[in-house]
């Protein structure tokens, strides 16, 4: 089983609909939760980054971490098509300074306009 | 633009050959990362260093090599190409902190 799970898509959604994004994991030393975006032969950027249970808000974008059930979520509320892209999960363990991020294999998300 | 630069953008090579890729942190970042994304693997951690030493490693080949300079700058060595090495190659950073990582915008490497 792979330490990090996130299904691949292609998701493909009208302009303005909400997207649900979602990663679990197997790993309960992960504490810290990230969402990358990365548009093609670009590098990952940094959306969302959260390390506590619930929800964390930043404009269109909720990051959702479920610690007891290993599995997160990002949800874009009005899409755009500006927001075509992939979306990577990524995770890492707590303490140290060694803080390498497991990342999922990304979704790959096209909205429509 | 993340304040991480990376060189040469695109490298086109051939088996068997050595090449060496460049990494620049952002400012008064201490940690660089080295990461190695293909299709069939997606993102996979290689090699982290921290102020010029060596902290963590990941499924790293032998024929690969890094090091990290006194100015921070690190540089990723690949040796003994084979087809399987074409990827992107990104490299991050991060503060002391650490658990923050901003990418550069990769090296495409194409062993041919």
């Known amino acids: 089983q792979k330490e990090v799970e996130q299904d691949p898509g292609p998701l493909s959604v009208p302009e303005g609909a909400i997207v649900s994004l979602n990663c679990t994991y197997s790993n309960s030393a992960f504490q810290y939760f990230m969402w990358y975006r990365q548009y093609s032969r670009k590098g990952p950027e940094l959306l969302m980054y959260?390390?506590?249970?619930g929800n964390k808000e930043d404009g269109r974008f909720t990051a959702q971490v479920d610690k007891s059930s290993k599995y997160i979520s990002l949800f874009i509320r009005d899409s755009q098509p500006s927001d075509s892209a992939t979306y990577l999960c990524?995770?890492?363990?707590?303490?140290?300074?060694?803080?390498?991020?497991?990342f999922g294999k990304g979704t790959l998300l096209t909205v429509n306009p | 633009d993340s304040g991480v630069t990376q060189t040469p953008k695109h490298l086109i090579t051939a088996t068997g050959q050595r090449v060496t890729l460049r990494c620049s942190p952002r400012s008064g970042d201490l940690s660089v990362y080295w990461y190695q994304q293909s299709l069939d693997q997606g993102l996979q951690f290689l090699i982290q260093y921290y102020n010029g030493e060596e902290r963590a490693k990941g499924n790293i080949l032998e024929r690969f090599s890094a090091q990290q300079f006194p100015d921070l700058h690190s540089e990723l060595n690949l040796s003994s190409l084979e087809l399987g090495d074409s990827a992107l190659y990104f490299c991050?950073?991060?503060?002391?902190?650490?658990?923050?990582?901003?990418f550069g915008p990769g090296t495409r490497l194409t062993v041919l």
């Open positions: 991050a950073s991060s503060s002391s902190g650490g658990d923050t990582q901003y």
């Open positions: 959260t390390y506590s249970s």
């Open positions: 990524a995770m890492t363990r707590r303490g140290g300074s060694n803080y390498k991020l497991t």
